[in-house]
């Protein structure tokens, strides 16, 4: 071999060893690192390039002291899940109202959500801030401090959104009710932060999308509006209202799901499942699945003696659990 086609080949080799290492830094590529700050561009979430996102992962379960989620808030649950589980986005859960939430143990609430957060943001996750509420219009005041102190410790970030609002009830209207609370606690998040995406929940537990797509909030960039389904209940007439939403221009985004029925109880529905997760793929719309926590409930993902830190083995997951664990570490982002 001459020493000019020995040069060539070495050069090569180098090029062929780049390119692998490229590829494989790639995969273990965070969320955040790829995709930047979020937006809404014509009723799709897009990322920095403006190029359609679609995340999934983990919902966190009620935050309340002495219900069955609060030991899971912590680092090390966020940081075995971003190895074993690779979720584009988390979300937590800030029990609002209810017995053992923030309105009545604001210490402890705030401090598990900011673990959380914080461990997110290290992690390079999306992550979600849900004001988890069936009744958010009878504590405005709170709901709106609330959302500015998030807004001044994290609103300069690309990681975080704001949900809130989970689930108003069937009765509460949304042209008087929700939309009017909506638009308080909006005005106050972007005094602060003009940019992150703004998640609002809609009318029947976020399932009337399509009354929200009638009369939707003017004026405000990158807000996206809850549509919440659980497969075992909620089946092709949700997917057609949330079709007719769609059609009209309204940005959806599914902050929770499962896969079992709207109760948290009741078998996994692998059918329905599959014809959602379809509609989501095809629709490109991002989701968190209801929920981590160690609840003897057919929606926990998690068995009740269960590691509250992880890693878990498979063993340690509900039959949910597994087959979340394989949704959301197949989807991509
Ligand atoms: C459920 C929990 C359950 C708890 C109940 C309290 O799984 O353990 O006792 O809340 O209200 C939702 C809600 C979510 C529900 C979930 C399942 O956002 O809070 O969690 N669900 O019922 N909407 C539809 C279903």
Redesign the pocket.
Known sequence: MTNRSSKNLRLKIILIMLTLISSLSQANIAPVEKHGQLAIENGQLVNQRHKAVSLAGPSFY?SNNGW?GEELYSKQVISNIRQQWQPGIVRVALGADYDGSYLFFPEDNLRRVTEVIDAAIENNLYVIVDW?SHHAERNIEQAVQFFQLMAQRYGHLPHIIYEIY??PLKDTDWHSVIKPYAIKVIEAIRAIDKDNIILVGTQS?SQDVDISAINPIKDVQNIAYSL?F?AGTHKNELRQKAQKALDAGLALFVS?W?SVS???DGAVDYLETEKWLAFMKENKLSHCS??LSR?N?E?AMFKTDASITGPWPDEQLTENGRYLKKIISNWGY
């Open positions: 009620w069955s988890h989970n689930e537990w919440h659980y929770e499962g709207a109760t948290g209801w929920a609840k409930e929606a």
